[in-house]
């Protein structure tokens, strides 16, 4: 019985990561230490950066927007294992990803609003830091989600911040579906 439960419970948490986009994302904590951005989250809760990426001259770019003080770094991926490696973000290339000072759980999320995104079928809904960086506002519907947990934090009712898979293990942090 108990191994039954088990794989039901695997089986919700698999069914609820968002697929309408496909996420794939690594990045090697190893190859940009600390102050990077993206790597000096992994150690702190409540830490969420927006992350996107894009390529100059033939060389993937992570550009991340940190959630408390909104500074922003571009990160240039220049070792050809990284730049091989594929990067797909979301409905408009960008997740939201950090651990939750909830939980202290990593958590990823869809960078475009789960609402709009799901009334309007486009890509079109960018969330913004809001309240402290604690909060992600969509200046389209007027809500804003609380960051550590997804859910509606105010506007009105509906559906949660889209999630992605998400893992760190001490070198390689990861976001997919």
């Not at 389209?140 to 947990?149: A, E, L, P, Q, T």
């Not at 997804?150 to 579906?177: C, E, H, I, K, M």
Request: overall charge neutral.
């Amino acid at each position: 019985m108990s191994v039954m439960l088990l794989l039901c419970q695997a089986c919700n948490e698999e069914n609820s990561v968002y697929r309408d986009y496909k996420c794939y994302f690594v990045f090697d904590t190893s190859l940009h230490p600390a102050p990077c951005q993206l790597t000096s989250a992994m150690g702190n809760t409540g830490h969420f950066l927006i992350v996107s990426a894009r390529m100059v001259s033939g060389t993937r770019r992570i550009v991340t927007i940190r959630n408390y003080d909104h500074a922003q770094e571009i990160v240039m991926l220049s070792t050809v294992k990284e730049n091989q490696t594929s990067c797909l973000l979301g409905a408009s290339n960008a997740i939201i990803i950090g651990r939750s000072s909830y939980t202290g759980l990593l958590m990823a999320y869809e960078g475009q609003c789960a609402n709009c995104l799901f009334l309007y079928s486009t890509p079109s809904y960018p969330l913004t830091w809001s309240d402290n960086g604690q909060q992600l506002y969509c200046s389209h519907c007027k809500r804003s989600y609380d960051v550590n947990n997804g859910t509606v934090a105010s506007g009105d009712p509906g559906r949660q911040l889209y999630t992605y898979n998400a893992a760190f293990d001490g070198t390689l942090l990861r976001a997919w579906n």
